[in-house]
């Protein structure tokens, strides 16, 4: 079954640690994306890749990392420098051009 | 600026009573209009997509269509398991960018 997972689904983290959340996808999709969902806001864009090696910020990148070097996979490091980072956080893909975006299922991280 | 507004931010409906949900939209050069649904904890499942003024789509009790300023999301007799949060977003042109609304909550009661 093609799709996108992400894992873990729950995610709890200490102030002062870096944790790193998965997206993989077998859809063969070039564009990849993080959003952040925070109740009574849209999706926020956190970062974009349009190909391999390849990324660009998105609204609200500051405190957040990502890498892209295969096509398949997009983790997002949230860094000890986001200020507020509990939220839900959704990983999208699409095939490129005029397409909709795929979700995976969203990872909920929570400070303590 | 480009932006998205959805309403109403929630809609009660009783199972069978027919209702329709608003997404507005002002962008700079819309390369597609996109819907979805969302279950609680869940990552949103596509629905529709909507390029051009005066297109339609249709699936099941769903209708989505498209003016130049707004998109519907028509919900015929709706079942209580169409209760969900039910999010539109937009592509600007010439970039990947999407732009989501908020989302309308409906709760179809039976």
């Known amino acids: 079954d093609g799709g996108i997972t992400q894992s873990p689904k729950y995610l709890f983290r200490k102030e002062g640690q870096n944790v790193t959340l998965s997206c993989e996808q077998n859809l063969n999709h070039d564009a990849m994306y993080w959003y952040r969902q925070d109740p009574g806001q849209g999706l926020r864009l956190i970062y974009y890749s349009q190909i391999v090696n390849d990324f660009q910020k998105g609204d609200i990148a500051e405190g957040y990392s990502v890498s892209r070097e295969k096509k398949e996979s997009f983790p997002l490091t949230v860094t000890s420098a986001q200020k507020n980072p509990t939220a839900f956080y959704l990983c999208?893909?699409?095939?490129?051009?005029?397409?909709?975006?795929?979700f995976g299922p969203g990872t909920r991280l929570t400070v303590l | 600026e480009d932006q998205v507004t959805q309403s109403p931010e929630a809609l009660r409906l009783q199972e069978g009573e027919s209702s329709s949900l608003n997404c507005s939209y002002t962008v700079s050069g819309l390369r597609g209009l996109f819907w979805y649904r969302q279950d609680p904890g869940k990552g949103p499942e596509f629905l529709f997509t909507l390029y051009s003024a005066g297109e339609e789509k249709e699936k099941e009790r769903l209708k989505a269509t498209l003016t130049k300023k707004e998109s519907f999301l028509h919900i015929t007799a709706p079942k209580p398991e169409d209760s969900a949060t039910y999010l539109c977003a937009v592509q600007v042109g010439g970039t990947y960018k999407y732009i989501f609304g908020t989302g309308t909550r409906l709760k179809v009661l039976a």
């Open positions: 999208a893909s699409e095939s490129g051009g005029e397409y909709e975006q795929f």
